[in-house]
């Protein structure tokens, strides 16, 4: 009896099949018809070409209106057969971004981290910065957005100020600022500022109580041919430690210091150094001042 019912129940499921097949193939056709009606049938498209509907989007993230679908690359195909993905783990083509090589990503976060130091800059020192023009030497392999800044004199201080900006964004060395103090406007000290950071980044890198050679007078004939790092002792804390979200900076401050003060510090310590500084009340500002170690100044260490 089971077999019997099963039997007679095989031809009208072939017959429901085949009447929903008839009626699907009406359907069709009369779309057909009402699309000739109206004059918005599409031309039949090539075989190497994909036609997805009226409304499909271009690949250039336009709409066509009537005009032929656009090639569809063999990449984008491979997308649309892949599982669905959440929106910020598909490509950026398709969300509609742009591919971004990595060194422009690296020069980006360069100059908003110069852009952020130049406030912070402005916000202790109470006056505007700007940017010292310099494109001399090997600047290129120094941090993409990296720049000399310089304050004019007020009267609150007298001393131009030169401080280096995206420094701290080269990622193999310590995430220091430098900056140092002069008695006039000099396009010396901004070459001089590229060459310390030339170093540190290309070399063994600089931090607090490291003292380098600058190769020359730091202004004039001066026997200050050393840079000591230093604290920001006229500035402080506030100027010292800076942080943003790629992480804390410290800005210190580059004191010209002679040869002989550099053996002082290397023998006793940059505490007796600084003490001796303290002491005599040395003028950091003064290119011909003499060595707080006593000592004469010929040879270097």
Known sequence: MWMQKRCHSIPLMICQTT????????????????????????????????????????????HDSGARMPVIDAHSALQRSRPQQHSSCRPLAARGERYCPD???ERRTSLNCTVRLQRHYERVWSRPTEVCPFDAGPVHELPPGFRVLCTPPDAKRVLWTYATAGLSSSKRVPAIELHLFSPRKSLGLVELLYAVAHYHCNGPGLDWAHTVNLGRPWLDSSKCEYGLVSRPYLDGPDLENYSDEEGGVKCYWLVPITADEVRLKVKQGIDSLEDEFERQQFNYADPGRKSVAGASDGEGA
């Not at 359907?27 to 009402?34: M, S």
């Open 19 to 62: 009447s929903a097949r008839t009626t699907r193939r009406e359907n069709h056709k009369k779309e057909g018809r009402l699309r000739r009606r109206s004059g918005s049938l599409r031309s039949h498209a090539p075989s190497h070409e994909c036609s997805t509907g009226r409304d499909a989007p271009r690949l250039d993230g336009q």
């Open 103 to 105: 060194f422009l990503i």
